[in-house]
């Protein structure tokens, strides 16, 4: 039974640039979560995609977007990096009937 | 605002020693409090949901407590193969998002 899985693990962009990271939930889960994660710090939700519509936005500008797709799978686009988006981006699935949400590797993006 | 504040944020422990993280938690109405276990560089791995105060759960050499304003992750004689940063987070009555703590990072020493 595969877990979340998240692609690319990692990628090296610059600023002003954009990047597409990209999940797949674990088998029979129909919500995605997208978190942030700094060095040193809890992650920071970004957002929560169910039945390919955003359900609820944490505290990001609008430079960060998402999709879900019919397949439960999902993509998180950020336009315009920042040297602070550096950080590790998790994926999260969950049932929308539960409450625990299982996470991906995750994709360590680096903005120089 | 949810909070969740972890300490200490570094514990640093022999092979065998027992000891305690604390998770300090405010939230309008709790739907339930997580624990995870994270590696460097990799994604936090679950380890327990507690619902209501004086809820307990154990895995191995852990146990997870929970009250109305804190949770403990009891580890007992521990490895050095549990040497992790361990994070709390919770999630509010009506929210989907959790919010983190930002976690205890515990060595084991041999």
């Known amino acids: 039974d595969a877990g979340v899985t998240q692609s690319p693990t990692h990628l090296i962009k610059t600023r002003g640039q954009q990047v597409t990271l990209r999940c797949s939930p674990k088998?029979?889960?129909?919500?995605v979560s997208w978190y942030q994660q700094a060095l040193g710090q809890g992650p920071q939700f970004i957002f929560q995609?169910?039945?390919?519509?955003?359900?609820q936005r944490g505290n990001f500008p609008d430079r960060f977007s998402g999709h879900q797709f019919p397949n439960y799978s999902s993509e998180l686009n950020v336009n315009a990096l920042l040297l602070g988006d550096s950080a590790l981006y998790l994926c999260a699935s969950s049932l929308i009937t539960g409450t625990g949400q299982v996470f991906g590797p995750g994709t360590r993006l680096t903005v120089l | 605002e949810d909070q969740v504040t972890q300490s200490p944020e570094a514990l640093r422990l022999q092979e065998g020693e027992s000891s305690s993280l604390n998770c300090s938690y405010t939230?309008?109405?709790?739907?339930?409090l997580f624990w995870y276990r994270q590696d460097p560089g990799k994604g936090p791995e679950f380890l327990f949901t507690?619902?209501?105060a004086g809820e307990e759960k154990e895995k191995e050499r852990l146990k997870a407590t929970l009250t109305k304003k804190e949770s403990f992750l009891h580890i007992t004689a521990p490895k050095p193969e549990d040497s992790a940063t361990y994070l709390c987070a919770v999630q509010a009555v009506g929210n989907e998002k959790l919010t983190f703590g930002t976690g205890t990072r515990l060595t084991i020493i041999p």
């Open positions: 939230v309008s109405g709790l739907r339930g």
């Open positions: 088998s029979g889960h129909d919500t």
């Open positions: 507690l619902y209501s």
């Open positions: 995609y169910y039945e390919e519509e955003e359900r």
